[in-house]
């Protein structure tokens, strides 16, 4: 299943070698822009899907989507939590260079370990504006920016996604809401269109597909990027038909396994609406559609397949994740590719097929897109890790096939280390028997922490 690459010779010279894993690829000039279509799922887990090899779920849209153009075998998210990675995404960068973003921002606009405590006190957790190179960089590029469904980048109005040059925003500021009356736990209205509040009927995965069509519609004869950021299928479970379904504190994020299976399959429901859509607009041919999720699957909730743990942890489970892209004429029908990749990696690729100038900013992900379409050989990378809640943090360092994961929960601190490659499973603990390598993964990893220091 997975490419045999060399193990990679790095210890005094980690710094360089890192960076050398990160070059400014430039994918193959194109004379047309192609629309983008970004279709982000949440908590959903490296197994959830068809196509991907859950046993009971059925998503024939989704799997065609993955026959058409490429399935990815192991993309990650750049953190085990959905803010964490949605910062990579839209900055291009490690989040933990931002500050207080390391963790999901706590409903009503909680920051959850110590930074980010200091940070909802001062009234500045959430992403800094002058960070995100998206959309920012794609609108001199002829662009229209549109955001449907969840932001989870910041509560306080200087935080709005309107702020950062979003066309078009409709959804709801924090992390979860309930999926028919559009409310947080705290029973707090976050639902807006732009900078105000608004209220809808509707079941929440449904109007963020609405949201997302009508956009399409209105701007097919023009380069437009829709993210499509859905809250399916976290917590609280309710499937399309649950709208009576008492949802209250004590069981929010108690796992129903009918619901999250209806609540899947309504998802590859939702993605066929917008795949119609595109073809009814006639510009399916032009559009590139990436289908992906921020984190692994919650505990107990999705199937993990052959992977250990779950979000919130740098296991597999916790950040190996599925990405499907589909770019017509560009990736060819039916390719699976093997290479490590991750989120950020998704921002330099549609950067560099909108012909977006980047002047100035110090991308740290691969155009991964035009390294599938032009057929290059997969190439090891070296990627990092650390999510902190609490007093928890957990870390990890992915050199080529091997890993090192840490967690570390007060005073205490206990370190695996796999070659995922022979133990996708994470089971075979290498650390005692192989001291070396792991001493020169312990380097890089203490080496990256220090590089990415948070600038606030």
Not at 295 to 308: E, I
Request: aromatic share 8%.
């Amino acid at each position: 299943m997975h490419h045999k690459v060399a193990a990679i010779v790095c210890s005094a010279f980690a710094a360089l070698l890192t960076h050398a894993l990160h070059p400014d690829v430039v994918g193959a000039e194109s004379t047309e822009r192609p629309n983008v279509v970004l279709i982000l799922a949440d908590d959903l887990g490296y197994g959830d899907l068809g196509c991907y090899g859950h046993p009971v779920a059925k998503t024939p849209n989704i799997d065609a989507l993955a026959k058409q153009g490429v399935r990815f075998t192991q993309h990650y998210s750049n953190g085990p939590e959905c803010s964490p990675t949605r910062t990579a995404l839209l900055t291009g960068r490690y989040q933990q260079r931002v500050g207080g973003l390391e963790c999901a921002i706590g409903t009503g606009n909680v920051g959850r370990y110590d930074d980010a405590i200091r940070l909802a006190e001062q009234h500045e957790l959430g992403l800094p504006v002058e960070d995100a190179v998206l959309p920012a960089l794609l609108k001199p590029a002829g662009y229209r920016c549109g955001i449907f469904g969840k932001w989870h980048l910041g509560y306080e109005p200087k935080f709005n996604p309107m702020q950062y040059g979003w066309d078009e925003f409709v959804g709801y500021l924090g992390g979860n809401v309930h999926y028919f009356n559009h409310r947080e736990l705290s029973d707090l209205h976050v639902l807006f269109r732009g900078r105000q509040p608004i209220e809808r009927d509707g079941y929440m995965t449904h109007l963020i597909t609405d949201d997302s069509i009508e956009f399409i519609k209105r701007h097919k004869d023009q380069p437009f990027f829709a993210y499509v950021s859905h809250e399916c299928p976290h917590f609280p479970y309710q499937g399309p038909g649950d709208k009576d379904k008492v949802v209250t504190e004590e069981n929010w994020m108690a796992f129903d396994p009918p619901a999250y299976i209806a609540m899947l399959e309504d998802l590859d429901s939702e993605v066929g609406r917008i795949l119609k859509t595109l073809e009814d607009s006639g510009v399916a041919d032009n559009t590139v559609v990436l289908f992906v999720s921020d984190n692994g699957g919650f505990a107990g909730a999705g199937n993990m397949g052959p992977l250990r743990g779950s979000k919130g942890t740098t296991y597999e489970g916790g950040i190996r994740v599925p990405l499907i892209v589909r770019w017509p004429d560009r990736i060819a029908a039916g390719t699976v590719s093997d290479q490590v990749c991750v989120t950020f990696d998704l921002t330099r690729s549609i950067l560099t097929l909108a012909g977006a100038d980047v002047p100035g900013r110090k991308l740290e992900g691969i155009d991964i897109l035009s390294h599938v379409a032009e057929q290059r050989d997969d190439i090891p990378r070296t990627l990092f890790w650390r999510g902190r809640r609490g007093n928890r943090t957990w870390t990890a360092v992915r050199d080529g096939d091997l890993k090192l994961v840490r967690k570390r929960e007060g005073t205490n601190t206990a370190q695996w280390m796999y070659n995922l490659d022979s133990d996708l499973g994470e089971t075979n603990d290498l650390a005692s028997s192989r001291p070396q390598t792991l001493e020169r993964l312990e380097h890089l990893l203490q080496w990256w922490e220090g590089d990415v220091q948070p600038r606030r």
